[in-house]
């Protein structure tokens, strides 16, 4: 099936994150990946030196420009920077009634710097929210958008059931943060799924909630459950992080394409 999905995103000069892991993600489960930048970063594997955020008429004509032109199958939402960013994506998203919506609320990066300002977590709630397919939050990031303090699985599932009341359709929490076991949470409105896996040690992190999310939307277009789309972006990401690129002095990226590892 030919399939286009589109990464609303910041972009990572080292291509672990952001716009350009979402397209080599995509290229993974073989569509065709298309990108709107929301943030430029100067960033390598050992963090966040500097970030210029688009105006958001800027980000609002790359936006009108592909939905002119190319049909959009799913859409993955990430980096946002701003309150203006969060609530134009948010109205051109509803404007063009885009499909599957996957909304991974970036926060922050992996190594601490903020990437969307505070009042743009407002937004990011009271206009994305509400038109998420599925909204797939880290721990952390579960903690910020509900109030919650997420720390084990009763409180995901706490921090899950907030997300869906505040309007998303599913809500997934990621459990990478627990001990042992990379357990996520899945919340449809009805009943909890649980995905439970071994943890994988090791230093190559940097962008696995990008990569995750953006897997989610890619089976989401092919026409997949969201559990079903879970279940398989989990053991995706399993893949590409047991074969990641030995690059660079701090969090390394994973290995995208990991069938060719």
């Known amino acids: 099936m030919n399939r286009t999905v589109l990464s609303i995103a910041g972009w990572d000069p080292s291509a672990g994150a952001g716009v350009a892991a979402d397209l080599k993600t995509i290229a993974a489960f073989h569509q065709y990946g298309v990108g709107v930048i929301t943030s430029v970063t100067a960033q390598n594997t050992t963090g966040v030196q500097a970030i210029y955020d688009l105006p958001m008429e800027f980000i609002a004509q790359q936006i009108e420009s592909l939905t002119s032109d190319i049909e959009i199958h799913a859409v993955k939402v990430g980096m946002l920077g701003t309150a203006r960013a969060a609530t134009i994506v948010a109205s051109l998203i509803q404007s063009f009634k885009l499909p599957n919506v996957v909304v991974d609320p970036v926060l922050k990066s992996t190594t601490g710097t903020a990437l969307l300002e505070r009042r743009g977590i407002g937004a990011l709630k009271e206009r994305l929210l509400p038109l998420a397919t599925v ?34 359709r599913n809500a997934v929490v990621t459990g990478g943060h627990l001990g042992g076991r990379a357990i996520d949470v899945l919340y449809d409105g009805h009943r909890f799924s649980l995905y439970d896996s071994t943890k ?3 230093t190559n992190t940097h962008g696995v909630g990008c990569t995750f999310a953006s897997a989610v939307a890619c089976l989401l277009a092919r026409g997949l459950q969201v559990s079903e789309a879970v279940d398989e972006s989990k053991r995706y990401v399993a893949r590409a992080m047991n074969h990641p690129y030995r690059i660079g002095k701090g969090e390394g990226p994973l290995q995208h394409l990991p069938s060719t590892a």
């Open 135 to 168: 909204v797939t939050p880290n721990m952390d990031e579960a903690a910020a958008l509900t109030g919650l303090r997420v720390t084990d699985i009763k409180t995901m599932k706490e921090a899950a059931r907030a997300l869906v009341k505040a309007g998303a």
């Open 200 to 202: 994988i040690e090791t």
